[in-house]
């Protein structure tokens, strides 16, 4: 099993809203952030939004106002609450956990959000 576990993807109508959940590992000690990123079809991969330990967020551009991120601390989860979602946010979504020491970042599989127009 993954030190990241990614759930909530699917297909959705633009317009419509879906919900990403991200759990780490207990194994995964000291998070400095977790965060979402995403990478559209043939392009890069990209940040989404990032929340750290303190609950200090950071959004992309493309999405604020529409997708909010938020964290249970206490159970290593992260979500992302994507509302009024457009064709161009389909992209697999992955998850992100970064730790204090060496600043080593943690991936998660990754989830496919698909819109269809």
């Known amino acids: 099993q993954g030190q990241l576990v990614e759930s909530g993807g699917g297909l959705v109508e633009a317009g419509g809203s879906l919900r990403l959940s991200c759990a780490a590992s207990?194994?995964?000690?000291?998070?400095?952030?977790m965060g979402w990123y995403r990478q559209p079809p043939g392009k890069q991969r990209e940040l989404v939004a990032t929340?750290?330990?303190?609950?200090?967020?950071n959004y992309a551009d493309s999405v604020k106002g529409r997708f909010t991120i938020s964290a249970d601390n206490a159970k290593n989860t992260v979500y992302l609450q994507m509302n009024s979602l457009k064709p161009e946010d389909t992209a697999v979504y992955y998850c992100?956990?970064?730790?204090?020491?060496?600043?080593?970042?943690?991936w998660g599989q990754g989830t496919q959000v698909t819109v269809s127009s």
């Open positions: 992100n956990c970064r730790v204090v020491i060496n600043g080593y970042n943690y």
């Open positions: 207990r194994s995964i000690n000291m998070i400095n952030s």
């Open positions: 929340i750290t330990r303190r609950g200090d967020t």
